[in-house]
């Protein structure tokens, strides 16, 4: 009896022991690609439409230019996008684009680093294209109509 | 057998889990208050010999398994490093110590190689395509560089059993997963209008549902993988958002789940890959009770535009748990999740 009672106390040691492990929050979030305050929409609340990567220029080790992007949409942007057909007035696109880092989790996989850049398409009668950046996010550039067009051009992922 | 090499592994993982967090103190601790049941320890002592004795006599095979053997084709240096510090376990050749030779000992390291084979057996895998061979080798390094292989427990009878950063480093430098793109250049981008399948061609074998509207959850993360040429995208309905908005992790609430989409990445001809061709849907969904056996979380796989579920049987389940195993300390969680609530 004694010894199941000195037995049961060092399983329950031993597999009690770890509750109080603190892991760092750079370890359960991805931090460095957070999107800071200033931005004109909650993109991130929006559904997605798609996503992209531009590798860049290897630079042997890896990651020099690549960058990811991810296109989010307003209900009506996504809409519009999954139907495949124009963008009808009130739909905002936003595109963020993330520099790639190397996923400390898997090797082999790239996942989100620093915020390049924000982008914004309001569609209307006249299609404004907006831009941010920095950190804090600030409005930098009107990103102008190539820019849009290439936002509008990304066709939607399909997923059954 | 079957019952005792069960409860061998949970006590492995109470060994695991104590000595990764608490470096023994509480053990050594519990150990003082032993001293006063010294007369009754030594009677169990000679009862333990006798048991011991007798129990050599049970011994699990390790033979040879079945089926053509192929060894992977991959150079020397690369070979050479796993058969050091992998084929010990993971090949037709158990490479026992004499202390591994006794029971209950051998039990222990029976039933780790019998699992280690089922799950990778480097001896036949060979026969496997190329594109196996290689995620085998890509689980295989990720395997090692996030501490879970070879098996700590092992380490500990086998101290010198451990990868170096040196070997380590000739793996990754053999797969370099970024220096190729993928093989469909200038392919087109993905299909468009289409009508939404809300249903699954079938259920998961080991039963755990399909989530219809995971294109509309919000979006945790995405990911570039180079090891097989794939883009994902990994969603989360409202309560896994909610929990990462309140600062909850690594403890994801019930009923939080996530949805990871897989595309074929393709070359849209202007440098820029996107995603093509859908691949599959995965699931992980969160009920600590009814998946008590899978880290308190449901894994189901669904393939293709139709949705197929994935796994011959129930074990599937297996598979993922096993690969997802070196992120416990996260929940099993693999994605580091795109901070919310700081925005807008």
Same mark, same amino acid.
């Given at each position: 009896? /004694? ?43 929006? /559904? ?113 | ?6 409860? @061998? ?130 689980? @295989? ?82 990911? %570039?993988?180079? %090891? ?39 070359? %849209? ?36 535009? %139709? ?34 609530? @700081?925005?807008?």
């Amino acid at each position: 009896m /004694r010894m199941r009672v000195v037995g049961c106390v060092v399983m329950l040691a031993m597999v009690c022991g770890c509750k109080g492990k603190k892991i760092a929050d750079a370890d359960l979030y991805n931090v460095q690609a957070a999107l800071t305050t200033g931005l004109p929409y909650p993109v991130l609340e929006w /559904r997605a439409i798609t996503t992209a990567v531009n590798r860049g220029r290897e630079d042997g080790e890896g990651t020099a230019e690549a960058t990811m992007d991810t296109l989010f949409g307003n209900d009506a942007a996504v809409a519009a996008a999954r139907a495949g057909t124009a963008y009808p007035a009130g739909a905002v696109l936003g595109l963020v684009t993330w520099r790639e880092r190397e996923d400390p989790h898997w090797f082999g996989a790239r996942i989100p680093g620093a915020v390049v850049s924000v982008d914004f398409v309001v569609v209307g009668a006249t299609t404004v294209c907006r831009e941010f950046a920095g950190e804090p996010l600030r409005e930098v550039t009107n990103c102008g109509a190539k820019r849009a067009a290439e936002m509008e051009g990304m066709k939607a992922a399909w997923t059954p | 057998m079957r019952g005792l090499f069960a409860s @061998s592994q949970r006590v492995r993982d109470g060994w695991r889990i104590g000595l990764r967090a608490c470096g023994g103190e509480e053990l050594r601790d519990s150990l003082v208050g032993m001293t006063g049941a010294r007369r009754t320890l030594g009677v169990m002592a000679v009862g333990a010999a006798v048991v011991g004795l007798v129990a050599q006599a049970i011994r699990p095979s390790l033979g040879r398994p079945e089926g053509p053997r192929v060894e992977m084709a991959v150079p020397p240096q690369v070979r050479e490093i796993l058969v050091r510090r992998c084929y010990a376990c993971h090949s037709d050749e158990p490479r026992l110590v004499w202390w591994d030779e006794a029971a209950p000992m051998y039990w222990v390291v029976a039933s780790d190689v019998q699992r280690a084979r089922a799950a990778v057996n480097y001896s036949e895998m060979g026969t496997k395509p190329l594109a196996t061979q290689r995620a085998v080798l890509f689980e @295989s390094v990720n395997q090692i560089e996030l501490g879970a292989m070879p098996l700590r427990i092992y380490l500990l009878g086998h101290p010198d059993a451990e990868v170096t950063a040196e070997e380590l480093a000739t793996l990754k430098k053999y797969l370099a997963p970024f220096a190729t793109g993928p093989a469909s250049a200038g392919a087109g981008a993905s299909e468009s209008a289409h009508e939404d399948v809300t249903e699954a061609a079938g259920p998961s074998p080991n039963g755990v549902p399909f989530l219809p509207g995971f294109a509309n959850w919000r979006v945790i993360s995405t990911t %570039d993988r180079g %090891d097989d040429h794939t883009l994902r995208m990994i969603t989360g309905n409202e309560i896994a958002m909610r929990a990462i908005a309140a600062h909850q992790l690594p403890s994801w609430p019930e009923g939080a789940a996530f949805a990871k989409s897989t595309w074929q990445a393709v070359d %849209d001809g202007h440098g820029r890959l996107v995603p093509g061709k859908f691949l599959q849907v995965e699931f992980m969904e969160k009920h600590r009770v009814q998946y008590a056996g899978t880290g308190g979380w449901g894994f189901a796989r669904f393939v293709g535009a %139709d949705l197929k579920p994935y796994g011959k049987d129930a074990h599937f389940e297996n598979e993922c748990l096993g690969c997802h195993e070196p992120v416990r300390d996260n929940d099993y969680v693999f994605t580091l999740p795109l901070p919310r609530g @700081s925005e807008r």
